[in-house]
């Protein structure tokens, strides 16, 4: 064992005597140091928890000191951010206030056409404009003497000095007229109510004075109902309802204009329901007299009648067969006169004569610089009359083919048992076929039933290099007023009865057209015409001579009074 001397072990022996004496002394203390002793570390324990909790505080009191300090940045923020939008919302203000306030209407121009407009759309007003001046030259032979030149115009029935013509069927005017010059205004009320005024002041061989040409209010918040009363042409077949702005040649068919005159037609009173989807239409109306004129080459007026007329007109179409950009259309239409208008009034005897109520067909050829009438029936004494038609059209892109038929019927009441005499019928017909060489197709109007111009793709414009559309047509036509007329060198039946035949005449026409529509509101149209009137004279032996200036006896009986001649026309045309 080795033995432990020196310092170290003199200082091990003194922290050993020490410690004993601590613990005996720690033995000897008395209670009351005890508890002393205690309480005096029980106080050190209470003075290190307030100590911690001095601590705990301090560092809460640095967390809110952060806090406070954040709450004030995020304050400022807000601050900042209030500023800003309140310099926004004063901007905001000031452009507000100098942009001009919402107006409660609107004008607009389309295609041409000014139209003011409510912000809501139930109120508009769009202004309407057309001029159309017609420029002619006829190729007509030469006039002759009466003696040899048996040209004439006239009515087949009632015949007589001051209605008979012997001058300008042998020499039609070379001119210019103004077809249509109108002026009106149509629109919308209250979302539902659809209104038209329009007035015209040109005519046919001369201007009019100014008329009344349509005017009209139409409720159509049932759709797809709607219900017109006024004055308008109420639908009686394609041609008729397509819109004279639009139209392929100068004038239509001598059958469309007859079969439409009849109970339908310009200037009609009426009032008309009629419906239509995409591809049907169905309408029907009654109507009455035609709106009087007066015309500017003989200041007369249209006399006021004592009872007017009263008529029927209907019509259907369907287009069953379509495609994007193909169609084929059929139709029926018709109208029937109830009873014509009385143009004479009571007899002395307070009775109505047979000549009170009378049914007249007439017109000019397809063409109006020139009026002259060549094929006329006169006054029929009629209780009704009729008309059926039908309707074919075939569209493939920018070609179209559209065809026409009518049968006309006369209930005459001017026979006796004695003396029956048979009730006249006529027909006619067209077939036209049109092409658009630049392409645009002529658009179908669902509402209408009918085919307008064809929109212009490429407007007139020398800058630009563009020049309109270009449409070309064919029409052939036949008109056929003649009714038993009997073989030629025949004179037809004089004396005191009434007889059956109605020598009025029958129109041919062949009319080959272009149209250049320049822009939606400018065209020109150029046609040629040729025209065929095949017509016996409707002379009784004893009026030839003092009426018809045709010779007497054998040389005058059933001559032809018809001819052939050719015209070319050119139309002007400012349309919106």
Request: glycine residues 12%.
């Amino acid at each position: 064992m080795t033995t432990m001397r020196g310092p170290r072990w003199g200082l091990m022996m003194g922290a050993g005597a020490m410690a004993l004496a601590v613990a005996t002394a720690a033995q000897a203390a008395t209670p009351e140091e005890q508890a002393q002793d205690a309480r005096i570390a029980k106080l050190e324990a209470a003075v290190a928890s307030l100590e911690s909790r001095v601590e705990q505080d301090s560092a809460l009191e640095q967390q809110n000191a952060e806090l406070k300090s954040e709450v004030g940045d995020l304050q400022a923020q807000v601050s900042d951010l209030k500023s800003q939008q309140t310099a926004q919302i004063a901007q905001i203000q000031t452009v507000q206030e100098s942009v001009p306030p919402k107006p409660s209407a609107l004008a607009t121009i389309a295609n041409g056409r000014p139209t003011i407009a409510s912000a809501d759309g139930k109120f508009t007003a769009t202004l309407h404009g057309v001029m159309q001046l017609d420029t002619a030259a006829y190729a007509q032979s030469g006039a002759g003497p009466t003696s040899a030149d048996f040209r004439r115009d006239g009515p087949a029935l009632g015949a007589s000095a001051t209605n008979v013509d012997a001058a300008h069927a042998r020499d039609l005017k070379d001119g210019d007229l103004f077809r249509r010059a109108r002026i009106g205004i149509d629109g919308t009320a209250f979302g539902d109510w659809d209104y038209r005024f329009l007035f015209d002041f040109a005519g046919a061989g001369t201007e009019n004075a100014g008329q009344v040409y349509e005017t009209w209010v139409q409720y159509s918040g049932l759709k797809p109902f709607h219900f017109r009363v006024g004055a308008f042409s109420p639908s009686i077949g394609m041609e008729d309802q397509a819109s004279t702005n639009g139209m392929p040649f100068l004038e239509r068919s001598v059958d469309s204009d007859l079969s439409r005159g009849l109970a339908a037609g310009d200037t009609r009173t009426a009032a008309e329901l009629f419906a239509n989807g995409d591809h049907w239409l169905i309408s029907g109306a009654v109507t009455g007299r035609v709106v009087g004129v007066i015309n500017t080459g003989t200041a007369a007026a249209v006399p006021q009648s004592f009872g007017d007329q009263l008529g029927l007109v209907g019509r259907g179409v369907i287009s069953p067969l379509s495609g994007p950009d193909w169609l084929v259309h059929f139709g029926i239409h018709g109208s029937y006169v109830v009873h014509p208008a009385d143009s004479v009034g009571p007899g002395t005897n307070g009775q109505l004569t047979a000549a009170s109520e009378v049914i007249a067909f007439s017109n000019t050829p397809e063409l109006r610089v020139d009026g002259t009438k060549f094929i006329n029936t006169g006054n029929i004494d009629a209780t009704h009359a009729g008309t059926v038609g039908l309707e074919f059209a075939a569209q493939k892109a920018n070609v179209l083919i559209q065809s026409e038929y009518d049968y006309f019927t006369v209930d005459r009441d001017d026979g006796t048992p004695a003396n029956p005499i048979d009730n006249p019928h006529f027909q006619g017909y067209y077939v036209e076929g049109l092409w658009t060489l630049t392409g645009e197709q002529r658009r179908y109007n669902a509402q209408t039933g009918a085919f307008d111009a064809p929109s212009v793709a490429h407007p007139f414009s020398l800058s630009g290099g563009t020049w309109g559309a270009l449409e070309v047509g064919v029409r052939y036509s036949d008109m056929n007023l003649n009714f038993e007329a009997g073989a030629p060198g025949t004179y037809v039946p004089g004396g005191p009865l009434p007889n059956s035949v109605i020598r009025g005449g029958e129109e041919q026409n062949i009319t080959a057209g272009i149209n250049w529509y320049l822009n939606p509101v400018v065209r020109f149209m150029l046609d040629y015409e040729y025209v065929h009137i095949n017509r016996l004279s409707p002379a009784t032996s004893a009026n030839s001579a003092s009426v018809w200036l045709l010779p007497a006896g054998a040389a005058g009986a059933g001559v032809q009074i018809g001819q052939n001649y050719s015209v070319v026309a050119v139309r002007s045309q400012v349309a919106f």
